[in-house]
């Protein structure tokens, strides 16, 4: 027996072979004879002795005989076909004994006991994911079969580098000549060389899970239905039976496409029914776990009438984070004659509509037969839904129809529980009053609160309960009942922070309606803070005519508070997001904001335009009132009586009082003392209303008028001399901030007014000549009673018109 390698050989052949046995361990075709015959010419260069053998052809006498020659390196080549024996693993661990080396390579097992060699560093294995080509390698396969190499990232996602069957693609495709790989050989091959040789139980187990996108122990185990199934995939997983480790924990694996193409061609593989079941399983298991595309795919091809159940699932679990880019991949995958159960479809469509999808749920809707439906519930539960998705999209015409349409059906009898039918009337008739509320038709009190809540399901009430206190304080203020709506709104959020809803979009509306109160009373720090909050909570809520009341009521407070940039950007975000629906209503208060704005910036041009858009507008009551402003700060007194009898009409508070000052401004002159009189009217309304904001917006001008009806209020009628007072000292400091009415072009030459360019300049600025520059510059001197530009910046700024900086 010659002597062992010399210690630098040693150092060289440790760096190539890490342990002095090594199992290769992998598939037919992974690569192993190349693998083995790489090992021996390495070996050879290192001035080591090398001997490479097939078991298969060789036998086990001339592997023995190998094995106890004195040969450094031994590769044998098909070891598994060898039987285990008492001589094979006394010549194995001989040769580690000496420091030679011994490397085993097999499809799924070697014949030693190779493992309670690794602990101690004397064995390694070298698996299937170790003997993958990489892309640089398959690339330089293809180029040299003289294919473009531009796609081998699918060649590389079909085969995952497996030697043999990529380069069976790399051959069938020079073959034919086709511009796309076709794996039909290399299938071929996989299932005769790797599937057919499986034993038994591992066949088995690889048939069924070849269907789903990726395995582990769980998936196992539900899938086969077994106890003992995550051992078995254990045991494949160590015999490298084509399965490969996806990174991450737990661990997980996943099969080569054409392997998994090769499995579910199999004979013995399950059948339709028992397929059907093991996804529809694992489909749930998936679910569970919240691995939401795999379940969603798993039981589209399992049961597509579940799939719509469990896409109302997942977009109920993922959509309050953010939409999932795949939601409407999965929608559209839905079959276009799918006979789901009726409540599945509904549950979906409401679920779309939740998350944003409104088209997508009407069309799932439109593809839905309800008149077939055998059950009444369900038809009434169609409109209600169907009344939804119309209110999203401000269709609020239909939406008022479908919902009393779905109040008939009711009302013919439903044949379901009481709760049920309980719950479905509380929708529908919900739909009917928030229309009526948005449109300004709706007595908050009588038709708004409290009237069904005892009749909700006990799972709704609270929800029901927290969502109409909500709106009902909303309605107050804007109807002008502000006293009311700040203690309806109150008691919402304690009824919501009882019940565990405080930080849910069910609390919008009460934030909402304190910010109005707020903004009422002057304190507009607090309302901003109430609409932002508001804004926050709205993101996940469900109606859009919320979000506009907000966006609105948030736009006006910027204004007020100075900030005109921000408001005017808050206002065109909401007209470029809803203006195209063509609601009338929301259009209307669209244009009252504007008005608002625009009285703040004294852009006369534009209110001017704003009034005449307005005219003939007589809902909502705020849109109204704001025509009153328009024609106030204009200066034109030919419409007041119209204004006022359309106000009259309106029947609320706010337009109570603003009517009433409305006609004290149109007989100001020739009848003093009526105006008088309809001032007191007035303020006796705003003060038991708690109404502020409101009568110094339509009381400029009627300072003289206002301090007459203080002479003569009557204490035990009202108003209380201390209101009266506050009105007269706040009319009295706004009177001349009102003197100031600037043209649009005189406003827009004003902003540059803080700058340092001269008048040529400015005119270069504007695109107007020199001498208009200064005719404007003389207007805007008047106007503001100043000489100089300095003065006239002091005084603007003075005034709340911000200048650009």
């Not at 790489?38 to 050879?44: E, H, L, P």
């Not at 390579?105 to 170790?130: H, I, K, L, Y």
């Not at 088209?359 to 519930?377: G, Q």
Request: aromatic share 4%; with cysteine; glycine share 6%.
């Amino acid at each position: 027996m010659s002597a062992a390698p010399g210690s630098d050989t040693l150092r060289a052949a440790d760096d190539l072979l890490p342990g002095h046995l090594v199992a290769v361990i992998a598939p037919a075709g992974a690569g192993k004879t190349t693998y083995l015959a790489t090992i021996a010419d390495s070996m050879r260069t290192r001035g080591l002795d090398a001997v490479t053998l097939d078991a298969f052809i060789s036998g086990p006498s001339s592997v023995l005989e190998a094995l106890a020659g004195d040969t450094d390196v031994v590769c044998i080549d098909d070891a598994h076909v060898l039987a285990p024996s008492d001589e094979l693993d006394a010549a194995v661990v001989r040769r580690i004994g000496e420091g030679r080396w011994t490397v085993l390579a097999g499809r799924d097992q070697v014949p030693v006991s190779w493992r309670r060699w690794s602990g101690r560093g004397q064995a390694v294995e070298v698996g299937f994911a170790d003997l993958l080509l990489d892309p640089a390698q398959l690339a330089a396969l293809v180029e040299a079969a003289g294919i473009p190499v531009d796609d081998v990232d699918e060649l590389h996602r079909l085969t995952a580098g497996w030697a043999a069957p990529a380069l069976l693609c790399v051959e069938e495709r020079r073959r034919t000549g086709s511009d796309d790989w076709s794996t039909t050989d290399a299938v071929r091959y996989v299932r005769s060389e790797v599937v057919e040789a499986l034993p038994d139980q591992l066949r088995r187990l690889l048939d069924r899970l070849a269907f789903l996108p990726s395995l582990d122990d769980e998936v196992a185990r539900v899938a086969l239905e077994s106890r003992h199934a995550a051992t078995l995939l254990d045991d494949a997983a160590s015999r490298q039976l084509m399965l490969l480790r996806t990174p991450g924990s737990p661990p997980t694996f996943h099969l080569p496409p054409v392997a998994a193409a090769a499995l579910r061609a199999d004979p013995q593989g399950p059948d339709a029914e028992e397929l059907r079941a093991i996804r529809h399983s694992v489909s749930l298991l998936y679910e569970r776990r919240g691995e939401w595309d795999d379940a969603v795919a798993l039981m589209l091809e399992a049961t597509p009438e579940h799939a719509v159940r469990q896409l109302s699932r997942m977009l109920g679990a993922l959509e309050p984070l953010g939409r999932t880019s795949n939601t409407l991949t999965w929608f559209r995958r839905l079959p276009r004659d799918l006979r789901a159960q009726p409540s599945g479809v509904l549950g979906l469509a409401l679920a779309l509509i939740q998350a944003g999808y409104v088209s997508e749920a009407e069309e799932l809707l439109e593809r839905s037969t309800p008149r077939s439906w055998k059950r009444r519930d369900e038809f009434a539960e169609f409109l209600v839904v169907r009344a939804i998705a119309y209110r999203v999209r401000f269709r609020h015409t239909e939406a008022i129809d479908a919902a009393q349409n779905a109040l008939d059906v009711i009302a013919e009898g439903l044949m379901c529980s009481a709760s049920r039918t309980n719950f479905l009337r509380l929708i529908a008739e919900e739909q009917i009053k928030e229309v009526r509320a948005w449109q300004g038709d709706l007595d908050p009190v009588q038709d708004m609160f409290g009237a069904r809540n005892d009749e909700a399901p006990h799972g709704y009430r609270d929800v029901s309960l927290v969502h109409a206190m909500g709106i009902t304080a909303v309605v107050l203020c804007e109807a002008g009942r502000f006293a009311q709506g700040a203690e309806r709104a109150q008691s919402t959020l304690n009824v919501a922070a009882r019940r565990g809803l405080d930080d849910s979009h069910l609390t919008t509306e009460a934030h909402l309606a304190l910010g109005l109160v707020a903004s009422e009373h002057g304190d507009l720090v607090e309302a901003r803070d109430h609409f932002q909050r508001a804004r926050d909570l709205a993101e996940t809520a469900l109606f859009p005519t919320t979000r506009v009341r907000i966006d609105l009521a948030l736009a006006e407070v910027l204004g007020r508070l100075g900030d005109r940039q921000a408001a005017q950007e808050q206002l065109d975000s909401v007209v470029e997001a809803t203006w195209d629906t063509g609601d009338p209503v929301l259009q209307s208060r669209v244009l009252a904001t504007s008005a608002v704005m625009q009285a703040l910036t004294r852009d006369a041009t534009q209110l001017a335009k704003t009034s005449q858009r307005l005219r003939g507008v007589q809902a909502p009551g705020m849109a109204v009132r704001e025509r009153l402003r328009c024609a106030l700060v204009l200066g034109s007194t030919a419409d007041l009586s119209a204004i006022a009898a359309d106000l009259d009409a309106v029947h609320t508070a706010a337009t109570d009082v603003a009517a009433a000052l409305c006609r004290a401004h149109a007989c100001r002159d020739k009848d003093p003392q009526a105006a008088t009189e309809y001032v007191l009217h007035a303020l006796r309304l705003a003060e038991k209303e708690e109404m502020w904001h409101t009568v110094l917006d339509f009381a400029t001008g009627l300072e003289s008028i206002v301090a007459r009806a203080a002479e003569a209020t009557d204490p035990t009628a009202g108003p209380t001399p201390r209101f009266t007072r506050r009105v007269i000292s706040h009319l009295s400091r706004m009177a001349e901030q009102n003197q100031v009415l600037l043209s649009s072009r005189e406003l827009e030459l004003a902003r540059y007014l803080d700058s340092r360019l001269t008048n040529g300049q400015l005119a270069e600025q504007l695109f107007i000549s020199e001498n208009t520059v200064k005719t404007h510059l003389r207007h805007i001197y008047q106007k503001l009673g100043v000489e100089q530009r300095d003065q006239a910046v002091r005084k603007l700024e003075e005034l709340g018109i911000i200048l650009d900086r």
